[in-house]
């Protein structure tokens, strides 16, 4: 195998472009980075506008998260890596800007990609984005690029781009061919891509490399065939408990009676990869996450073993009321990922258990109507219940409850299902606030795990098979929790204050 990516092949020079945003943000950070209206325990950038994460990865033992960048205003802009690294991957040390769109092939920015450790190195594999004529997006042109790093600070090679358009398959758009996620398997590595046919059937390619620098295009892993969105943009494909998963996040997927009901969806696949001809013998495929605010998820293999995802906690297309604050979005949890049959598992990582403090338990709790509970209130916790429901029809959490606001978490028995609903939380967010998932009971018992931030809720079901994501951008002041129920259920709860 050749040598990856050698050092006389890579640009020395820091551009004027980084610089100039390394110093904006330094500039700017400290006088929002101290506000108390951000979040406590998800990342969230020092300054300005972060979208899709990127590069989530291991490199000399520390994880590492890259994302969509733009420093210099609460609005999407042309794409930087912004960078931050952890030990734990709950607290997270910001780290310079990594990339700036500095060259020709990405003068409309550097897009999303993943990152992998080589020999030693931090290999970023992204994608440049070039629009010369922005009222004609025919003229928009994606090409996969390589930088190289130690951790802190990133070469682009010199050879870039090393996938080009002339290596799409027959009858694809030129326009949208991005994202790419790369791995090694067997010695050889590999990478999928997000793309779409010059007829709007979305598709993901899949691509080998021996060296990282040569790539050749192996095959279509799926396309939608105008069934299933017109784009499937950050694919990601990982092997986990004996299924091969593929996950991505399809656009313009039709709204069906739950499911994909937010401006861009995000969806996983189980069944099998035939890496000689790339295609993806699917079996199961099924929403990831059905609350508002949760896009572009992007997966690692930890220091142990497991397999994380993470993902940005926001949707497109509506207001984001932190702007005001010069900053916007932050990131899930990172989530733990099993597979048991047909259901891919989220659950937060083990290790924001640490941060726990303050535990609150109560047993047996009987709710028959509206109830408070000592010590159960508060805005950046961890909570778990299981939830008898004996007669009742009718359960309802209240949370971030006060000044008039409150967001609701209920479930309807006959109905099954789990609904989630911010319409009265003062948040002022245009457009969807109310989403459904179905969740069937286990022995008439319904267990749910609560982490509720400074601006967002992470509900998880039954034990992480069901998982809704939304942000709250209520008052501050409110920090009720009620419990209601429409006849008596029988409760345990156990809360902790999360403190980093």
């Known amino acids: 195998m050749r040598m990856v990516v050698p050092n006389e092949q890579l640009l020395q020079q820091t551009s004027d472009e980084l610089k100039k945003a390394r110093e904006y943000v330094a500039s700017k950070k400290d006088e929002i980075i101290s506000l108390k209206e951000r979040n406590r325990f998800h990342h969230m950038p020092e300054v300005g506008w972060m979208n899709d994460p990127n590069g989530f990865s291991v490199y000399q033992g520390e994880y590492h998260l890259f994302y969509q960048y733009f420093p210099y205003d609460v609005k999407w802009g042309p794409m930087h890596w912004g960078h931050v690294k952890s030990r734990d991957l709950i607290k997270w040390e910001y780290l310079p800007v990594a990339m700036a769109p500095d060259q020709s092939y990405e003068t409309g920015g550097c897009f999303s990609g993943s990152a992998l450790e080589v020999d030693g190195k931090h290999i970023l594999m992204y994608t440049g984005h070039t629009n010369p004529n922005p009222e004609d997006e025919s003229f928009v042109r994606q ?79 799926g396309e939608s065939n105008h069934e299933f969105g017109y784009m499937w943009e950050c694919p990601d494909l990982f092997h986990l408990d004996g299924e091969d998963v593929l996950i991505m996040s399809p656009q313009g997927v039709p709204v069906e009676e739950f499911r994909h009901k937010n401006t861009n969806t995000t969806v996983y696949c189980l069944g099998h990869l035939n890496y000689e001809t790339a295609h993806f013998e699917r079996r199961v495929m099924e929403e990831i996450d059905y609350g508002l605010d949760f896009y572009a998820p992007q997966t690692t293999e930890s220091l142990d073993g497991r397999r994380i995802m993470i993902a940005w906690m926001q949707s497109w297309h509506q207001n984001m009321p932190t702007d005001q604050y010069g900053w916007v979005t932050s990131m899930t949890i990172p989530r733990e990922l099993t597979i048991k049959g047909d259901v891919m598992y989220q659950w937060p990582v083990r290790e924001i258990n640490k941060y726990r403090t303050g535990h609150i338990r109560h047993d047996s709790v009987i709710v028959n109507g509206h109830k408070t509970l000592a010590g159960i209130e508060g805005r950046h916790l961890d909570m778990e219940m299981v939830i008898d429901l004996k007669q009742a029809k009718r359960f309802e959490i209240k949370v971030m409850k006060g000044q008039g606001q409150e967001t609701t978490i209920l479930y309807e028995k006959d109905r099954e299902v789990l609904s989630f609903d911010r319409r009265q939380s003062g948040s002022g967010i245009e457009g969807l606030n109310y989403r459904e998932m179905p969740v069937s009971l286990i022995d008439g018992k319904l267990s749910l795990r609560l982490l509720m931030d400074t601006y967002s809720v992470e509900l998880f079901a039954q034990n992480g098979a069901h998982a809704m994501t939304s942000t709250v951008y209520s008052s501050l002041d409110a920090q009720g929790i009620e419990f209601i129920s429409d006849e008596e259920v029988e409760m345990t709860i156990e809360k902790w204050e999360l403190n980093l």
């Open 143 to 221: 090409v996969q690029c390589l930088a190289v790093g130690d951790g802190i600070n990133y070469q682009k090679y010199q050879h870039n781009p090393v996938i080009k358009t002339e290596q799409m398959p027959e009858r694809s758009s030129l326009t949208d061919f991005r994202d790419p996620k790369i791995w090694k398997k067997d010695g050889t590595y590999y990478c999928v891509l997000g793309s779409k046919s010059d007829e709007n059937s979305a598709r993901v390619l899949l691509y080998r490399s021996e060296n990282l620098m040569d790539w050749t295009y192996v095959g279509l892993v």
